[in-house]
């Protein structure tokens, strides 16, 4: 650390460095710090500097110098706002940074001495050491004892051997190379040539160096071995004077950030290649690389700038125009004005004319020349009314709207104007309006009327005409030719509506025939519903009394199938294929067919088997729930049991209207097999036991070969009847009904039964890929269980109202 010594006595200020201590304090004729009222060759005090520390030494034993208000006697070590006095002289020291304040006044005088800076370590402020041997020889020593003085010199040797031993070599290096450099810490590091010997601990490095900010740097010395630093001092920005040409005020942008500029103009820019852009208000923006020198040192540019504005002539046919630029108004025409470069809007305005917009590019420095400018006159506007209102209104065959209206016109020509509404005689004006004139027009349309000859069917029914009751309906009427709602309506009868429009000149004859309620109902049932999983089931009115079961002389014949008298009277839609794998996986996806007599059951489009009359029941449930209907079944103690009284939601076929639709629909009389003729099926009618499996199976059809081992594809056969699939064959199916015998009801009539109410089995109809006997093919044959079959699946059903 080097230090700048600046002494402030009665000889004026004068600057000392470390090279010119020991300083001597006294009188003019000695001192290098003159006192005031000390004669000429007194000398009262030597100042000196050991390891870095300053510190003060009487001339004498005798001397009458006092240290901050104590009696010096011997060295002292110097700290900032430390103060000497001898006699009525006042001598303050003061520490900043690296300059030492030392002031001499007399102690009347008012100068109030700065805090210290840079506090003394404790131990050097409590103890000064004595000053060292090497001190220079100007400096009187003190005599003291033998042994005080030997044993100070052996403790010196001794610190001296143990800073040896544990400093550490440290090394500091900074860019630029030339600058002065200072380690600073406690203990004070001790320099040898470019190196210093510092003890372990936090050491500040500072280094000053013209041009570049000052560097102060904390560091951390270990112990043991070399360590070195290296740091880099960032220059100082340079002082650059911009100059621009006209002298007009101006921004300064560095990379796009504006820079501050001082009253001369003068930024400071950092050293190195920068890209320096000037702005005014009317002038082209102005950028240029420039190198800056930096390092605090004063640079000049000079910026040229070119005019951002073109010169503009404006002339308009008529003369006189208002004309603003971007929205600023700049004078009418004739108009000659200056206009910045860039793309800018022109609009012109003239009383009783359009307004005229324009964009244009201006070019700074070329001249821009508007005089083809015509104005055109203003349009004029019609309110337009009608009695009744609502009419449409078009001028020269252009739709404009509906009365009232208010229509923008060309003005100064004839336009033709039509007014229209149904029901009346269309009415055409022609118009013709000047420069911004505003007119209102109100024409009346007169009504049109035709004929209508209505009959209608009862003859009694009430009419309404637009909602408005018209008496009974077989009638003449006279009405307005537009739209009208006519509504027949009768007690028991459903109400028709219909929309005519009556043409004029021409009688029209209307024939309305009403419908009962149940014929409408009928009429609005659709014949096909698809379910939420695509199956498609076809609508069935039955008609009339059947008979279920079998004569005693039918051949094949079971007990079980006892004739009974059956009608049913409701409409109900029953699925036109059984419920295939894929579809019964929508709903559980896990489910497997399995295999049977070395078939695969599990196809996509093989129906679906294995499953339990539970299985199928909720299998309907989950399909109402897909289409918004209400459940069929609910499960009461873990089992199913169908809702009472029945809901119009998805559920399996009662034992009836399968019967009804396998055996009596679309036949003349009931049918004994699922073909036409006898035992055994000429052609292939179905899938039944055949040749493919009689290596398996006793009873096959006798010379038949459907050709599937086991269930085939559904809808593989022809229907019978038409729209129904597999009602004989492929797979039995479950009925809704639980299984039961009716001896004695071949003459009783039973209208639309459901089953008993329980029981331990449920009904089972159609037969198999496994069945091909006589009795079995049968569609009279009844079957029934209470478990999953491989050969057994369903097909779905609901009401139809």
């Not at 950028?287 to 040229?304: C, E, K, M």
């Not at 337009?384 to 739709?399: I, R």
Request: hydrophobic fraction near 40%.
């Amino acid at each position: 650390m080097s230090r700048l010594y600046l002494v402030s006595d009665a000889q004026g200020e004068r600057r000392f460095s470390e090279v010119d201590l020991p300083l001597c304090v006294g009188g003019a004729q000695h001192g290098d710090v003159v006192l005031p009222d000390a004669s000429a060759d007194a000398v009262a005090a030597y100042i000196a500097v050991a390891d870095g520390h300053a510190y003060i030494q009487p001339a004498d034993d005798a001397s009458q110098l006092f240290h901050n208000h104590e009696r010096l006697t011997e060295s002292r070590w110097l700290k900032s706002g430390d103060r000497l006095q001898l006699g009525d002289a006042l001598l303050d020291w003061r520490v900043q940074g690296d300059q030492v304040f030392v002031t001499v006044r007399h102690r009347t005088d008012s100068v109030q001495p700065s805090p210290p800076q840079d506090p003394v370590p404790p131990q050097a402020a409590a103890s000064p050491p004595t000053p060292p041997l090497t001190q220079p020889s100007a400096l009187p020593h003190r005599h003291h004892g033998l042994r005080r003085t030997a044993l100070a010199a052996f403790l010196l040797l001794v610190l001296a051997a143990a800073f040896v031993l544990i400093a550490t070599p440290v090394g500091v290096r900074v860019t630029p190379e030339a600058a002065q450099i200072a380690l600073h810490g406690f203990p004070p590091p001790l320099r040898l040539g470019g190196r210093w010997l510092a003890l372990p601990g936090s050491y500040n490095v500072t280094a000053a160096y013209a041009g570049y900010h000052p560097l102060q740097q904390r560091i951390d010395v270990p112990l043991g071995g070399f360590s070195e630093f290296s740091f880099q001092m960032q220059a100082l920005p340079g002082r650059v004077a911009i100059a621009v040409d006209p002298d007009v005020p101006f921004k300064l942008f560095l990379d796009d950030v504006q820079q501050e500029t001082d009253s001369a103009g003068v930024a400071l820019i950092e050293r190195g290649r920068q890209r320096l852009r000037v702005e005014t208000a009317r002038y082209l923006p102005e950028t240029r690389a420039v190198d800056i020198i930096g390092l605090d040192q004063p640079q000049g540019l000079a910026f040229s700038l070119k005019p951002g504005w073109a010169e503009l002539r404006i002339a308009s046919e008529p003369a006189g125009a208002e004309v603003s630029i971007d929205g600023e108004p700049v004078g009418v025409t004739p108009l000659q004005t200056e206009v910045m470069q860039g793309l800018r809007s022109f609009v012109f305005s003239l009383p009783a004319h359009k307004t005229l917009t324009l964009q244009r590019e201006v070019i700074a420095g070329t001249a821009l020349q508007l005089d083809d400018i015509r104005l055109q006159p203003a349009d004029g506007r019609v309110q337009v009314k009608s009695q009744p209102s609502g009419a449409s209104v078009s001028v020269d065959g252009e739709f404009h709207g509906t009365t009232p209206v208010a229509v923008t016109l060309a003005s100064g020509e004839t336009h033709r104007l039509r007014l229209s509404k149904a029901g009346y005689q269309g009415v055409a004006e022609d118009i013709v309006l000047s420069p911004g004139q505003e007119r209102e027009l109100s024409l009346a349309l007169a009504p049109q009327y035709g004929v209508l000859f209505v009959a209608a069917r009862p003859a009694d029914a009430e009419l309404l005409i637009d909602g408005k009751p018209s008496g009974t309906a077989t009638r003449r009427l006279r009405l307005p030719t537009r739209p009208h709602v006519l509504e027949f309506r009768k007690a028991g009868y459903a109400t028709r509506r219909m929309t005519v429009t009556p043409r004029a000149g021409v009688s029209q004859n209307l024939e309305v025939t009403l419908v009962t309620e149940a014929q409408a109902k009928v009429a609005a049932t659709p014949s096909t519903v698809t379910t939420g999983a695509g199956q498609l089931l076809r609508l069935v009115r039955p008609q009339g009394r059947f008979e279920m079961g079998a004569s005693r002389r039918e051949a094949g014949r079971r007990a079980n199938e006892s004739q009974r008298l059956v009608q049913l009277t409701r409409a109900f839609y029953l699925g036109e294929k059984e419920v295939t794998n894929a579809e019964f996986r929508r709903f559980r996806a896990a489910h497997d067919s399995g295999v049977a007599e070395g078939a695969s059951l599990n196809g996509d489009e093989q129906p679906v088997v294995n499953v339990s009359w539970e299985d199928a029941a909720r299998y309907c449930n989950w399909l109402s729930a897909q289409d918004g209907l209400p459940a069929a079944y609910r499960e009461q103690g873990g089992q199913m049991q169908p809702v009472q009284p029945a809901t119009r939601g998805y559920r399996l076929p009662s034992e009836a209207e399968w019967v009804y639709v396998a055996r009596v629909l679309g036949q003349d009389a009931p049918a004994r097999y699922p073909w036409e003729g006898d035992y055994p099926p000429r052609q292939k009618a179905g899938n039944f036991a055949d040749a493919r499996i009689a290596d398996t199976l006793a009873d096959v059809v006798p010379g038949y070969d459907d050709g599937y081992r086991a269930s085939a594809p559904v809808g593989s056969f022809a229907p019978r009847p038409a729209g129904f699939y597999d009602l004989g064959g492929n797979v039995a199916e479950w009925n809704n009904d639980y299984y039961a015998l009716y001896p004695g009801e071949a003459q009783r009539l039973v209208t639309d039964p459901s089953g008993p109410a329980s029981g331990e089995h449920h009904v089972v109809r159609d037969s198999s890929w496994r069945h091909g006997s006589i009795t079995e093919l049968r569609l009279s044959y009844r079957d029934y269980s209470r478990a999953a079959r491989n050969d057994l699946g369903f097909r779905v059903a609901r009401f139809a109202e």
